[in-house]
C-alpha cells in the first residue's frame, strides 16, 4: 500500500480524521467509524454485483456485514496514477475471531447461519452467472494439479529434505485425493448437477476467522471479496477445516460447531455428506504442495516443512473425526 493512496481520499465525500497503515491497506478514523481503504484487482462487474449482494443483507436486516463506499461521482473504485484500483469500505477494526475459544467459534457459526439465511439467488440477473460452481470441477483440478506436482518430484533427481519427505508420503496423499473426488461424485454428483439439495446460494467465499471481528460486543464480517455462487456447506467447511487442524480434529468441537449452525440452519442429508466429503479432501496437504510449486523450489520455507510434519502427526485424528463427526 503506497501512502499516495491516501491522497485518493479527496474523491469521497469522507472527513478523514487519521490516516494509519493496516495489513496492506490504510485505516481511516472518520467522526462515525472506521473505514479501510484497500487496492482491488477484480472485475468491475464482479464489485457492482459485490456491491448489490451487500446491500441486499442489509435490507434483510443483517447489519454484520461490510458496506462499500460509493464516490462523490458514484463509483464504487478509484484509480490512483500507476492505474491501481482502490475501494472504500466501512471497518469495525475490531480483534480477529479466537480461533481457540469455543464459545466464539460457536457464535461465529451461528452467524454464518444466519448469514446464509439472506444470501438470495434472487439478486443473479443473467444466465452466465446462474450457473453455479462446479465443485467438481472445482476438485477435479486440484487433483491434475497434484499429478503434475508428483510428475516433477519423480523427475528429479537431487532433492531436498523436504521434497524427499514429501516424495515419501505423495503417493498416498493423492490416492486419497483422487478416491475422495470418485467417492463425492458418486454419491452426490447428479443430485448437486441438478441443484437438488438445500438451495444453492451466494457463499461469503473466504469465511474464516481473520475475516471475522469483534467489536462493541458484536461480531462483523468482512471481506466478501471472494463471494461465489455454490452451496452453503462451503463457507462452514472452510471454518470448519481451519478451526479442526488448530485443535487436533476435536469431535467434541466439530459437533458443537455442527448443532450451533443447524440450529439456525439445518442441513439436509445430501448437505451433510457434501461437508463430509469436503473435509475429506486432503486440502492442507495440496495447499503444501501448492505453496512449494508455486514460490520457487530451490528455497523451502521451514514453515512448509513444519505444516508437512503436523498434518502427517495428526492424520489419524482426521480419519477418527471423519468417522464419528458425521457418519455414527
Known sequence: MNDRAVSLLE???????????????IVCDTPSGSLILREYRGQKE??????KLLFQIREQGFMQGEVILPTKDGELYVKDREGVDYILKTYPDGRECNILSETELEEVV???????QVMPLSLVETDTEKQEHSVFSEYEKKNRELARVRKYLRKKSQKNGFELALS??????????????????????AT???????????????????????KDGEWFIINFEKFILD??????????????EKNDWSIELGKKLLRAYEKESPLSEEGRLDLYFRLSYPEKFRKIVNCYFNTGKVFVSGKNVEKLEKILAQENQKQQFLKEFLLS
Open 110 to 116: 451461528t452467524l454464518l447461519a444466519k448469514l446464509h
Open 231 to 244: 452451496y452453503p456447506v462451503r463457507d462452514l467447511y472452510l471454518l470448519l477445516r481451519k478451526v479442526m
Open 46 to 51: 464482479r464489485l457492482t454485483l459485490q456491491n
Open 11 to 25: 474523491q469521497y465525500d469522507v472527513e478523514i480524521l487519521e490516516t494509519r497503515k493496516g495489513r496492506d491497506a
Open 168 to 189: 515419501q508420503v505423495y503417493d498416498s496423499f493423492l490416492e486419497q485425493a483422487l478416491e475422495v473426488t470418485a467417492s463425492w461424485q458418486n454419491h452426490l454428483g
Open 192 to 214: 448437486l448437477g441438478r441443484s437438488a439439495y438445500s438451495r444453492c446460494t451466494y457463499c461469503h467465499g473466504d469465511f474464516q476467522y481473520h475475516n471475522l471481528l469483534y
